[in-house]
Every structure is written in structure tokens, then in C-alpha cells.
Nanobody
């Protein structure tokens, strides 16, 4: 089935930036919408950002709007999350997710495939 592999996580000072990447393989659908979610210790997984297949429609959680940017390169089967002005509360494991079809969604239960996650730690 579809496999997703995240990369780019790490430790960064508050106010710094990171760019996460998610590479997809074993694609079996002609189009996929993609999303980013995160989960901190003791908290439920929450929506971060989503993008439709063409890249023309994006959604962001209020907590990251204006700081994070989701983008994709379909020729490389890769989605990105540029994270700027990072805050300690952004610390979490970040997961990319995919769903067959062109339309972006914000609910975790609307995605079929998930990566293993990459740790992002923001120190104060």
C-alpha cells in the first residue's frame, strides 16, 4: 500500500524554522490530498495543515496560520511543511497523511495512509 516517510524534524530554538518533507511511494491512485498532523505527549492528534492535489487549496489550524506553509511537488510525490517562528507549544511528533482523491480534508479520520512521524522539539 501507499507508504509515507517524513523527514526534517529536529531540535530548534524558539523563533527558528524547520522544513518537514514527506515522500510518498507505492501510489495506486491518480490523485491524493495530503495533510499534516501533530501529537504532543498526553494530547490527542490534531490537525495542522492540508492541501488538495493541485496545490491550489490549503487549510491551516488557527494555531499555525501565518507561521506554517504547506506545499507539494507532485512530480516528486512529496509534500512539505515550512515552519517559521516556531514556539515551544509546537513541540510534537508530526505526521503526514494521504487520502485518495483531489479534495483536502482536515479530519484525521478522513485520511487512509500515515507516515511514522518525525519529532519536532522547540526549546525556549
Amino acid at each position: 500500500q501507499v507508504q509515507l516517510v517524513e523527514s526534517g524534524g529536529g531540535l530548534v530554538q524558539a523563533g527558528g524554522s524547520l522544513r518537514l518533507s514527506c515522500a510518498a511511494s507505492r501510489l495506486t491512485s491518480s490523485s491524493y490530498a495530503m495533510g499534516w498532523f501533530r501529537q504532543a505527549p498526553g494530547k490527542e492528534r490534531e490537525f495542522v495543515a492540508a492541501i488538495n492535489w493541485s496545490g491550489g487549496t490549503t487549510y491551516y489550524a488557527d494555531s499555525v496560520k501565518g507561521r506554517f506553509t504547506i506545499s507539494r511537488d507532485n512530480a516528486k510525490n512529496t509534500v512539505y511543511l515550512q515552519m517559521n517562528s516556531l514556539k515551544p507549544e509546537d513541540t510534537a511528533v508530526y505526521y503526514c497523511a494521504a487520502r485518495p482523491g483531489p479534495s483536502a480534508r482536515t479530519g484525521a479520520n478522513e485520511y487512509n495512509y500515515w507516515g511514522q512521524g518525525t519529532q519536532v522539539t522547540v526549546s525556549s
